[in-house]
């Protein structure tokens, strides 16, 4: 796309932001998991492809194994992740912590289980183990080798799941999947498909201009297009003695 289109783009994004989406104060705010890189791996590999009530069960599943152990999950790093991975072999981790979904539909595809399991090791051959850890490298400008790594874990070469992976780390993002195309491109009135790399560009240009972050936009557009209630959900009254 020129500069132009993506300026006109932009612009159709944003009126349909803004027609079909409450104000933006009134928006929920993505949560992620801000000290835990173990469940962010896990969702950002699981989500792929799936409706997310099967990845909550994922993630309940990793928690309560991690609580049984005596551990916290939402404070896990990979080495824990790892670790859990060392006791039970794929196979078992697969049948009872995942789901025994595959990183695709293509006869013999590998377990996403496994794929958790060796994102987490090439993660941590580049010195990456927490959320800390990762964020640092986003700041310095360290990603590009770690994104490398990522997509040459089976089913992972688009990059959609390590945007994902970045934006439950909290580090700023977009992740392009069926919810967030449907939606602009919809409102960008494209007949054929944009790139991921220009579904990406145009909501973080239409960010910028409404004042919000990347993440907490695309997270209300997959709101919207999921389903889901986008506003905050309001305070209740305290209650009165009567």
């Not at 183990?129 to 040459?152: C, T, Y």
């Not at 579904?199 to 695309?218: F, H, M, N, P």
Request: charged share 25%.
């Amino acid at each position: 796309m020129t500069d132009n289109d993506v300026d006109k783009q932009t612009d159709l994004l944003i009126t349909t932001v803004e027609a079909k989406l409450p104000p933006s104060a009134e928006w929920t705010f993505p949560g992620g998991y801000p000290n835990s890189l173990a469940l962010g791996v896990i969702d950002a590999i699981q989500s792929m492809g799936v409706r997310y009530g099967s990845v909550v069960k994922v993630v309940s599943r990793y928690c309560h194994h991690r609580d049984r152990d005596g551990g916290d999950a939402y404070t896990d790093g990979l080495s824990e992740l790892r670790t859990t991975f060392d006791e039970l072999g794929v196979a078992e981790w697969s049948a009872t912590i995942g789901n025994g979904h595959r990183t695709s539909t293509a006869p013999g595809a590998p377990l996403k289980a496994e794929a958790i399991y060796r994102a987490a090791n090439a993660l941590t051959s580049r010195g990456i183990n927490s959320v800390d850890d990762l964020q640092k490298a986003a700041s310095n400008g360290e990603l590009d080798g770690i994104k490398a790594a990522w997509r040459a874990v089976p089913g992972q070469k688009s990059g959609i799941s390590w945007r994902y992976l970045l934006m439950l780390a909290g580090v700023p993002g977009v992740k392009p999947d069926r919810m967030i195309r449907r939606f602009v491109e919809g409102a960008a009135g494209k007949s054929s498909a944009l790139t991921d790399a220009a579904i990406a560009t145009l909501v973080e240009r239409a960010a910028e201009k409404l004042d919000v972050s990347s993440s907490v936009l695309d997270h209300t557009i997959w709101r919207h297009q999921s389903g889901r209630e986008v506003r905050k959900p309001m305070d209740r009254p305290a209650a009165v003695s009567v």
